[in-house]
Each structure stands twice: as structure tokens, then as C-alpha cells.
């Protein structure tokens, strides 16, 4: 495995193996790797030719400075765990060479991103679109991997590709989970063991929130219901809980078993902000 820092290292490693022309995969992250992430490295070494990994906590897409600098960082691990899942090249790039001078680019995916993680961190999306952007155009994959945890992300990054005409094929994969059912994230390292039991809610409503809606519950009634649960449970704070068309991100008042559709959901548990979602109907 080797690692580089910058586009210019990329451009000369690719000369090496040019000639055997291989698919390139990519798998961006913000390091802080789990299980979830390993489980894209595997798709993407068993698709590509050659696998990159990139590793870089993206200042643009935090909303809250203090998310930022709490961000876990772990890059030792990270780069031990990557080495032993087999990945070609890792990318590891500083600030100053992503972002040479602030941008103010500004990126709308108009109605993808006025509900939801768009609506409660504003900018979000921006920054995402902008990272993700330039990624592909430094690394120039033929195949981005991204995970299906971060739904809204993928609909944008979709929207992205289309709309820009990036040469790529996204492959999407699906949520990996902890035994009990909680969606592993980076963000869980930061739970303490009573938050850690608490943050199971999150995965607990949606599933009961679909066998209700399965079983002729209105969605008015199972969002009541869901809210309630919230409620009682101390430290934990809902801030959406909602049914969205799975590709639009329109949102539902009601349920249509016609359409494809998830619910999602956010929650703080403590000072920990975690996201969760579960398709109904797929
Ligand atoms: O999903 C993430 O970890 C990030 O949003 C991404 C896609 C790596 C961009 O910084």
C-alpha cells in the first residue's frame, strides 16, 4: 500500500500502470474507519483494477466548528486497517492542497437539499459537492463507492454526477450495523456506554416505525408515536424523524407502498448528532 499527499504524487503513480489501463475505484472518507467503511473498501477492491482511499476531514462540509474539531481522528489505525484489507493507495491530502484559497463556490441541488440534513446543516451539502467534486477530478475513478448511511448524501452525489456529466459509476453500499442494530459511524466512538444504549432508538423507531406502516398505520400516527418514545427517553433529542421518496428526498404525509420510499432519522444523544435510515418499500 502506499500513501500520497498530493494530485501531482497521483499523476506520476498513474504513469506506472497506464498502460494496462485499469478501472480506478474510490472510496472517499474522513478516516475515523470502521466496519462500515471496510465494507466499501471490499466492494471496491473486488470491482476495480486499483483501489484509493482517501482520508481527509473536510472543514467545508461541518456547519458546527465544534463538530469539526471533535471529529475523530485516528490516521495510524486508519492506515494499518486499510494496509490489512489489501487497499492499493491511500490519499491523504492536507488542507492548503484541497483548498489553496477559500472558495465561494456555491452549489444548490435545489429541493435534494432544503429538507432534512440540508435543512439542519445549512451549507452541508455545499461542502460535500465541492470535496467530492474535486476529488473525482484529482483522482478521475471510473467507480466512486459510497454508503447507502448517508442517503441524502448519495441522492446529492447522484444529482452531482448527473448533472456534471462525471464519467463515473457510483456504487452504493448498504448500512452496516452493530449486533443490536445501531448503524456503525465514526460519530459512535464519541458515545459514552449509556449514550451508546440510548443511541439504539434511532434504529428501534424506524423498525417499528415500519411494521406499523405496514401493517395500515398513517404516517401521521406512527411519527406521533415515534415522537412519544423520544420523549421519554432522557438525553437523547429528536430533531426529524420522516418519510422521504428515496431517490427525490420529497417528503411524505403519507405513506404510498407504489413508491420507493425510507424513513430518516436524526437524533442527539448527549452532544453526539447521529443519522439513521431504513428503507419501507425498495
Ligand atoms: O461521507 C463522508 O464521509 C463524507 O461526506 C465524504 C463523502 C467523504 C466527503 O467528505
Keep these: 500500500m502506499q500513501v500520497f499527499n498530493t494530485p501531482a504524487e497521483w499523476a506520476a503513480i498513474r504513469l506506472q500502470f497506464q498502460s494496462k489501463n485499469p478501472s480506478i475505484g474510490l472510496v472517499p472518507t ?3 474507519l470502521h466496519e462500515g467503511h471496510l465494507g ?19 472543514p467545508t462540509q461541518f456547519n458546527n466548528p465544534e463538530d469539526f ?9 486508519d492506515l494499518d ?14 488542507v492548503k492542497t484541497m483548498y489553496p484559497q477559500e ?10 437539499e432544503r429538507v432534512l440534513e440540508g435543512a439542519f446543516r445549512p451549507g452541508h451539502f455545499n461542502g460535500v459537492g465541492i470535496i467530492v467534486s474535486k476529488l473525482f477530478h484529482m483522482i478521475q475513478p471510473d467507480l466512486a463507492f459510497f454508503g447507502q448511511k448517508d442517503l441524502q448524501q448519495v441522492a446529492i452525489i447522484k444529482r452531482m454526477v448527473n448533472d456534471l456529466s462525471f464519467p463515473i459509476q457510483l456504487e452504493i453500499v448498504s448500512t452496516r ?18 449514550e451508546r444504549e440510548k443511541a439504539l432508538i434511532l434504529y428501534q423507531s424506524m423498525v417499528l ?14 411519527q406521533q408515536t415515534i415522537q412519544r418514545e423520544f420523549e421519554k427517553t432522557e438525553g437523547v433529542d429528536l430533531e426529524y424523524f420522516e418519510l422521504v421518496e428515496t431517490d427525490q428526498f420529497e417528503l411524505f404525509t403519507d405513506f404510498d407502498p407504489q413508491k420507493k420510499n425510507s424513513i430518516c432519522v436524526a437524533a442527539y444523544v448527549g452532544e453526539v448528532r447521529l443519522i439513521d435510515n431504513l428503507p419501507v418499500i425498495s
Excluded: H
Design 177 to 194: 450495523r452493530e449486533t443490536d442494530g445501531l448503524a456503525l459511524s465514526s460519530r459512535n466512538r464519541r458515545l459514552s456506554p449509556s
Design 40 to 58: 466499501l473498501v471490499t466492494q471496491c477492491i473486488k470491482k476495480s483494477g486499483v483501489s484509493v482511499v482517501s482520508i481527509f476531514v473536510n
Design 69 to 77: 474539531e471533535k471529529y475523530p481522528n485516528s490516521l495510524q489505525e
Design 103 to 112: 472558495t465561494n463556490l456555491k452549489i444548490d441541488f435545489g429541493s435534494l
Design 30 to 32: 474522513m478516516g475515523a
Design 209 to 222: 416505525a415500519k411494521k406499523e406502516l405496514l401493517e395500515g398505520k398513517s404516517w401521521f400516527e406512527v
Design 81 to 94: 486497517l486499510l494496509e490489512k484489507a489489501g487497499v492499493d493507495y491511500v490519499f491523504v491530502p492536507e
